[in-house]
């Protein structure tokens, strides 16, 4: 049994009963019934064409919840009325499962739920071991999501960059549970980028494939955080990066340059170099001015200034730190590792320490703490 | 099979033993403290015993229901603000007295020259559904 082959095919399963006519949670229902017969049936007597006879299958599934509804009887004269299903559609009905997901009516917790479950095909226990909430909490948010979307018309043009956000935010969850989120992100985007020529969609596989590629560097052995600097280079993953520069220069190549691009252009200069002291930091000083251009962001401002202190100098990024709110998350940090690099380590250690106790992550916190220790610890005089 | 919170004060409770900072530590004590934590709960995982485990950020708020319009927050004037709960370990033992013998190793965790932090640990039982009893 093939679990990766009905994996691939329940999102386009999915939505070819949506688009023609299926209520979203009522298809999803015949989707899973449908697959539940695959997984019994098919070791014994493998389809010809897996896609059309989940398709037919699913759909009479539907038919079959919708008959049982007595007091729908009239719509059932209608649905029978279609004509019957055949294998091999010309349109992808996947993209359009992306932007009934990503829709603007669900919170963002919600999207991402559904997009996994919808287009991803997971199951509910893997999204809720992946947020490591109980199964029935995530049951209930999957749930109340399909509702939500339930009375949205499939046709409605979706917002490419609602979509790309939601996949953004599966790929920053991470590597907590056990389904790898971060590499679900990329199936799910490398798909997308296949189904659109949307120069956005390129610009954020792109930077998620660069930043991929330095994840074995990433962590140590116990789960402590290595940072940038001082990760072993020879554990990035040449082949991404590869193809992230491959799909980043042909986005860039269309001259429509995006906030993601941008990003990746940044991410791509870090892979770029050999050791850490080959950074071409004016470079990337330059990508940063772009990305604030279109953003405005303070993190964006917050990271140009770690730049501009390689670039030009720590006190170069004091000055550019100056402007930025204190509040912002990591502010603290990058204050201390730049006062560190201006010769001055006892305000850096005090800094240190401040940033440990608001780090919003236990590996961000003992690293930081380390790093106090480190200067508190140094031979005084 | 019984579970127990092991609750963990770093401040609040009386002082540990060997009460120094973190951030005063020597790296390789911060690594080794953490490397200890790992171990522990992955030995308990390994003998069934491990439920969950899960650090907290040192600040809190408080906030109750104050009429209509947004709920008042506050971090004072309550002692309990700083009455830090700096993370917790649940655990599913046999008996009492191996609750008592985990946090005690627990408690033992390398801290400042290597030595063993010795912090208090409070160790509550849960509080469970009267088990039903079939004849």
């Given at each position: 049994m093939d679990e990766a082959l009905l994996r691939n095919l329940t999102p386009a399963v999915l939505g070819v009963l949506v688009r023609r006519g299926a209520d979203f949670a009522a298809a999803e229902d015949a989707v899973q019934d449908a697959l539940v017969e695959a997984v019994r049936g098919w070791p014994d007597d493998p389809p010809r064409d897996p896609k059309g006879w989940l398709v037919t299958v699913a759909w009479r599934k539907f038919l079959d919840a919708v008959r049982a509804d007595a007091s729908r009887r009239h719509r059932e004269v209608r649905v029978e009325a279609e004509p019957p299903p055949g294998p091999?559609?010309?349109?992808?009905?996947t993209l359009q499962l992306y932007f009934l997901c990503a829709?603007?009516?669900?919170?963002p917790a919600s999207a991402v739920a559904l997009t996994l479950r919808a287009?991803?095909?997971?199951?509910t226990r893997q999204i809720a071991r992946a947020y490591l909430v109980p199964e029935a909490t995530m049951a209930q948010r999957i749930s109340r999501a399909k509702r939500t979307v339930s009375g949205v018309r499939f046709h409605e043009p979706g917002d490419v960059a609602t979509v790309l956000r939601v996949l953004y935010l599966v790929f920053n969850e991470g590597y907590s549970g056990d389904v790898d989120l971060a590499a679900e992100a990329i199936r799910l985007t490398r798909r997308l980028a296949a189904m659109t020529r949307h120069e956005e969609v390129a610009g954020l596989l792109a930077l998620m494939l660069l930043h991929h590629a330095r994840r074995p560097a990433r962590t140590g052995h116990d789960g402590r955080l290595v940072p940038l600097a001082e990760q072993d280079r020879g554990l990035w993953d040449t082949r991404l990066i590869a193809e992230g520069v491959d799909v980043l220069q042909a986005a860039l190549a269309r001259d429509r340059l995006d906030e993601f691009q941008a990003q990746a252009a940044i991410a791509a200069l870090h892979a770029d170099a050999l050791t850490a002291e080959e950074t071409d930091w004016v470079q990337i000083v330059e990508w940063y001015d772009e990305l604030v251009r279109l953003t405005g962001s303070p993190v964006a401002r917050l990271n140009r200034a770690v730049a501009v202190g390689e670039a030009d100098g720590a006190r170069a990024g004091l000055a550019a730190l100056a402007g930025l709110d204190p509040a912002l998350p990591r502010f603290t940090a990058v204050a201390a590792y730049l006062h560190e690099r201006d010769g001055d380590p006892v305000t850096a250690a005090r800094l240190y320490a401040d940033a440990a106790r608001a780090a919003a992550s236990l590996p961000e916190r003992d690293h930081l703490t380390r790093q106090a220790a480190r200067l508190n610890a140094r031979p005084h005089g | 099979m019984a579970k127990y919170l092991l609750l963990k004060h770093y401040r609040g409770a009386p002082e540990a033993v060997n009460d120094v900072p973190m951030d005063q530590w020597k790296p390789e004590e911060v690594t080794a403290h953490v490397q200890y934590m790992n171990d522990f709960a992955d030995r308990l995982v390994g003998t069934g015993e491990f439920v969950d485990g899960q650090a907290l950020s040192p600040e809190g708020t408080f906030v109750r229901y104050d009429g209509e319009g947004r709920p008042p927050v506050t971090d004072g004037p309550f002692a309990e603000t700083k009455d830090l709960i700096a993370g917790w370990m649940v655990i599913d033992v046999e008996t009492y007295e191996r609750a008592l013998e985990l946090a005690g190793e627990l408690s033992a965790a390398p801290g400042a020259g290597g030595k063993p932090i010795h912090e208090w640990l409070e160790v509550r039982p849960f509080l469970t559904a009267a088990p039903t009893v079939t004849e």
């Open positions: 091999g559609e010309a349109v992808d009905d829709h603007p009516s669900l919170t287009v991803g095909g997971l199951t | -």
